[in-house]
């Protein structure tokens, strides 16, 4: 008697296999004829890649940063100022760590501010992430928040208050200086149950300039790689 055959198992791909599975499924939402709003990170840089392919069927994209900037334009893809563009039907970016709800930690990259700014003149944020970011409670990843240096200390003494341990973030030994001229304090040991309430908060503190909680700007679809495929979440709003 031969024993069932059993299914076989599908193979595991590596993390930058799912983040480039993921890079290519979000194209679907990107709308042919428009300007498409483009985020920061290792992920993005698998989705701008994949919008390079497309790049004769959009009219180009407004960018988070210097860095998907100058990755955009070497693949022959327009950027536009953010300014020079009223809305954005997508905004397609990355995070650090995104909930069941659709709210994230972002600014791995140090990217969180015009991650902000151009996620709130798009009508949709599509996240595109690997599995592994997918969290029941937001904070496991230290938390950026972008900081005038001058407000450094006095902002990590607040977060010290409600159990945090933050720090400045450092490149090659100095303060790490963002796309804006600011630092960024890095923050661990927090629990963000309520991240409408923490992000509110937080971003009243006198010297923060963009805190890594997206709460009011977070995703309505979380494409999330999986070696079993691309998974769809979407959000309610
Ligand atoms: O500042 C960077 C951004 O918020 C990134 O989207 C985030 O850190 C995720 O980056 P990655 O795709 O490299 O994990």
């Known amino acids: 008697m031969t024993a069932p055959a059993s299914p076989t198992p599908s193979k ?9 599975q993921v890079g290519r499924a979000a194209l679907a939402y990107v709308a042919r004829g428009e300007i498409v709003g483009v985020g920061t990170g290792s992920t993005v840089n698998k989705f701008i890649d994949a919008l390079a392919t497309i790049k004769d069927e959009i009219k180009g994209a407004v960018s988070s940063s210097v860095a998907s900037t100058e990755r ?11 300014n020079e563009v009223e809305e ?19 600014g791995g990259g140090a990217a969180l501010t015009r991650e902000k700014i151009v996620a709130a003149q798009s009508r ?7 599995a592994s970011k997918l969290v029941e409670v937001l904070g496991a990843f230290p938390l950026p928040v972008e900081v ?11 977060f010290a208050a409600m ?11 100095l303060p790490l200086v963002t796309d ?3 630092h960024i304090v890095d923050v661990t040991g927090l629990k963000i149950t309520d991240p409408l309430a923490f ?28 070696s079993e495929g691309v998974k769809t979440m979407e959000f309610a709003a």
């Open 12 to 20: 595991p791909l590596s993390q930058d296999e799912l983040k480039a």
């Open 72 to 82: 955009l334009r070497a693949l022959g893809i327009s950027v536009f100022d953010s």
């Open 88 to 106: 954005l039907s997508v905004y397609i970016d990355g995070a650090d760590e995104i909930d069941h709800r659709g709210f994230m930690v972002k």
């Open 124 to 130: 949709k944020f599509v996240c595109i992430a690997d």
């Open 148 to 158: 005038i240096p001058m407000a450094a200390r006095r902002v990590m003494r607040q």
């Open 163 to 173: 159990g945090g341990i933050a720090q400045v973030r450092e490149k090659d030994g």
């Open 180 to 182: 804006n001229g600011q």
């Open 199 to 226: 992000e509110s908060t937080v971003s009243q503190w006198p010297g923060v300039v963009t805190v890594g909680v997206f709460a009011h700007q977070k995703a309505d679809v979380c494409l999330l790689g999986t």
